[in-house]
């Protein structure tokens, strides 16, 4: 079915970046489009952005749109989430998320991460 | 942009009821809405897609329903397990996503 494991998150100023990290195994990485949901604590899930199985694509959600860069090693199944300037509304558990559909679009997601936290605090 | 409702935001409820929670997209999104399963410090689960599609492995006491912009999702017979919070995500809007504010069903 596939695991994904999170990695990355902690604390950190506002203002600083940090770079997330998913190792994905146990399934045909580079067939699927990926995807990053963030939830902040005590609310509801917010898709975040997706990336192309082979990468050739890149979307983001409008919140974070401008500071976030999201990519993927298919050689080594993994995948990356870049966050620049970081706000202390940022703070939020961020999961990575297999998309659903192989090779297709962005569906939705079907295998989860259990999710890295940040906390952008001074 | 694609806005989802859900309703009710909360509910209590007795093991072995049936729970029903309805999701309302602000347009036309077909069938393209899916349902996922949240416990407290867990990721979310997939249990239904495309509106009506159980998931592999997810129990049959779960359904969905719907197209255009209302769907339901209910559970037959609820049992312990099944106390979460539920979300419904629309993807007509591909590849941008988004997902409805959550219906936490709780303990009565």
């Known amino acids: 079915q596939g695991q994904l494991v999170e990695s990355g998150g902690g604390v950190v100023q506002p203002g600083r970046s940090l770079r997330l990290s998913c190792a994905a195994s146990?399934?045909?990485?580079?067939?699927?489009?990926m995807h990053w949901v963030r939830q902040a604590p005590g609310k509801g899930l917010e898709w975040v952005s997706v990336i192309w199985y082979d990468g050739s694509e890149k979307y983001y959600g409008d919140s974070m749109k401008g500071r976030l860069t999201i990519s993927r090693d298919n050689a080594k199944n993994m995948l990356y989430l870049q966050i620049n300037s970081l706000r202390p509304e940022d703070t939020a558990v961020f999961y990575c998320?297999?998309?659903?559909?192989?090779?297709?679009?962005?569906?939705?997601?079907?295998?989860w991460g259990q999710g890295t936290t940040v906390v952008v605090s001074s | 942009d694609i806005q989802m409702t859900q309703s009710p935001s909360s509910l209590s409820a007795s093991v072995g009821d049936r729970v029903t929670i309805t999701c309302q997209a602000s347009?036309?999104?077909?069938?393209?809405l899916n349902w996922y399963q949240q416990k407290p410090g867990k990721a979310p689960k997939l249990l239904i897609y495309?509106?009506?599609n159980l998931e592999k492995g997810v129990p049959s006491r779960f359904s969905g329903s719907g197209s255009g912009t209302d769907f339901t999702f209910t559970i037959n017979s609820l049992q312990p397990e099944d106390f979460a919070t539920y979300y419904c995500?629309?993807?007509?809007?591909?590849?941008?996503?988004?997902f409805g504010p959550g219906t936490k069903v709780a303990i009565k």
């Open positions: 995500q629309q993807y007509d809007n591909d590849p941008s996503l988004t």
């Open positions: 495309d509106a009506s």
């Open positions: 146990g399934f045909t990485f580079s067939n699927f489009n």
């Open positions: 998320a297999r998309d659903m559909a192989v090779i297709k679009g962005s569906y939705g997601m079907d295998v």
């Open positions: 347009q036309d999104i077909h069938n393209f």
